[in-house]
């Protein structure tokens, strides 16, 4: 029993050794708007991480401040520093420092052999003014040992025309220039810099800067034999912020130096992107469309950005079937959102099939699709005969129908009486219950349509074997209702009936996209039905 008491407790501290070190792996600090930023400083990055000028300018109060940033959307922290009276700590006065550190856990500390992943986003103010002596907008230091000067700042530097600096010191704290680059692509703009440093007397650096607003590369250094370690020395951190010499204050000015985040991680584990890398997304408002063989139908794109994506989506489609063509109008979205149409036309020798189209959107480097269903019908016969009991001949119209349309179609009975009947539907059907309307040659010698649940005329319309019967339908598929007109040939045209209901079983149909004859077998004949229109 002793023993299981010994080896519990050692069981448990070892999992919770794993656990700390696999959580701790990886440390974010971001702005809140809320929290004093201080302590979100403290608690993200240990003990007093921070070094301001507060004591030698109590009026302002805490340097590093809070403030919304409509550009990311999010809180960031603001780095106040004033030519008059800031100072370094109320220890140095020639110079100038407001700079947050690393302390604590040991997994944002690094020890000899360790390679260290940061990224951070910053923005210089449009009118940033470094001093030409130096000013540190990130350092990496020694904690003790040899840790007088830097080992690698990040500075921007006053000259003609201003420049950024990667700065090297060596063990005698000798300084050189790894890399330099204009400063103006970096003021008034957000960046953010991607950092991985392996630390040794032989070790490698490398840094990205890349703009937020279009994920631009503006500057890149890699150096993979650099000295990164110092004597005496067994830890190693970073530091960032605004550090700057006072010897030549004339050229300075008060500034406002944003930090929109931090994190800091020990290999193998990494940094994400604070910002989600640009790009955009295609969608089609209609996942398939149908088209009979010589007629034109379209579809609805729709670019969406992400990331702050802007420019310009040109369009492009592949997978038509031959005979087709397809347009965008417009030919390109600007701005990094917005819809337009696809036109699809088709030419009456297109094959009928089921094709699968893919939209694309190309912008740059950055490419991206989506796929839609193009069914192509035959061309519909010019004519459709039906014989008593042969059943139903259905046909699909050129496009479904979905609003208020007018349908026209040239109706021959071979006999009279007759018991036949032409009928608009949703989707095939052989049944008189599956279709909406329905206009008639009767089993007395008359024309008549169906209204609601029986058939009805405004007036008696008897017909003869062999003429032939214009009928011209105006469908209203919202309302459920429908007019039928028919002209008797070198007649003039006879209203059937006005604001008829769709048959009573189709009173809820949403869309109307086929048309059907049928010669019931009660009534020997014919019925031959031509020039079918809806439009």
Sequence with gaps: MENRLIRLPLFVLFSLILCTSSLSAQTILTADGQTAAYTLINNAFGGTAEETPDCSHPSFGPHITQSFDTTLNKPVFNFNIHVTPDNDRCINFDRQRLEIKTNSPSSIIAFQGDSMDSRWLFKLDSGFQPSPDFTHIHQIKAIDGNNGAPLITLSPRSGSPNILQILHFDDSGVESVLSSTNLSPFLGTWVEAHENVTFDFTGSYSITLTRVSDGATLFTYSNSSLQLWRTGTTEMRGKWGIYRSLNDSSFLRDEIVLYGGFCVAKEPATCPNFISPQNFMVKAGQSSQTVTAGSSTSFTVTITPSGGFSGTV??????????????????????????????????????????????????????????????????????????????????????????????????????????????????????????????????????????????????????????????????????????????????????????????????????????????????????????????
């Excluded at 061309?379 to 039906?386: A, D, L």
């Design 314 to 535: 040109s369009q492009s489609l592949s997978g038509l079937p031959s005979g087709a063509t397809g347009t965008f109008n417009p030919a390109s979205i600007s701005g990094g959102s917005g819809s337009s149409t696809l036109n699809v036309s088709t030419a009456s020798t297109t094959p009928p099939g089921t094709y699968t189209v893919t939209i694309t959107g190309t912008s740059g480097s950055l490419s991206n699709s989506t796929k839609v269903t193009l069914v192509v019908k035959p061309v519909q016969p010019q004519c459709v005969k039906g014989s008593a009991g042969n059943g139903w001949h259905n046909t699909a119209l050129a496009t479904a129908q979905t609003g208020t349309f007018t349908a026209q179609y040239d109706a021959t009975p071979s006999a009279s009486p007759l018991n036949a009947v032409v009928a608009l539907s949703h989707g095939v059907q052989t049944a008189y219950t599956g279709f909406a309307t329905l206009t008639r040659f009767n089993p007395s010698g008359d024309i008549d349509a169906r209204n609601g649940g029986t058939f009805a005329a405004a007036s008696t319309i008897p017909f003869s074997a062999g003429v032939t019967y214009h009928f011209r339908l105006v469908i209203n598929v919202p309302a459920h209702t429908y007019s039928i007109f028919v002209t008797p040939a070198g007649g003039t045209e006879i209203t059937v009936g006005t604001n008829f209901a769709f048959r009573s079983e189709q009173s809820g149909v949403p869309a109307l996209d086929e048309w059907g004859l049928n010669v019931n077998i009660s009534n020997p004949g014919s019925l031959t039905a031509c020039n079918f229109t809806a439009q």
